[in-house]
């Protein structure tokens, strides 16, 4: 089983529009490799992991971790302290895909779907 490259992984995505300050580089995804061979590897890993539906989870589990440490930690403090700085980044954010959110599964719907059925 091969996973396909998506976002953010895959570097055909096309970087998001800025109009960041002429002072500040606009930051390009395609120009961090170090970040790219990151994301290679935990790609490679998952598709070692293809069969293992519990090591699978383990794996979304400790992404989910670290995006959490991501976000409450360095993008938190880096937030701009200025409204309109904050403004420029939130229109950044919503004209490039939004919030990058890793949804959980709602274990309950799957558990309603696999109970057996009543009438039967």
């Known amino acids: 089983m091969s996973l396909s490259r998506t976002h953010p992984i895959d570097e055909s995505t096309p970087s998001p529009p800025t109009s960041a300050p002429a002072t500040e580089p606009a930051f390009d995804p395609a120009a961090d490799p170090e970040l790219q061979r990151a994301l290679d590897t935990l790609l490679r890993i998952a598709e ?4 293992q539906p519990e090591a699978l989870l383990d794996l979304l ?5 670290l995006h959490r440490s991501i976000q ?3 993008f938190r403090s880096s937030l701009p302290s200025d409204r309109n700085g904050l403004f420029t980044l939130l229109s950044e954010m ?4 939004g919030w990058p959110y890793i949804p959980r ?12 059925d009543p009438e039967t």
């Open 105 to 116: 599964l709602q274990l309950r719907t799957f558990m309603d779907l696999l109970a057996p």
């Open 72 to 74: 409450d930690g360095p």
């Open 94 to 97: 919503e004209g490039s895909g």
């Open 48 to 51: 070692q992991r293809a069969e």
């Open 61 to 65: 589990r400790r992404i989910e971790h």
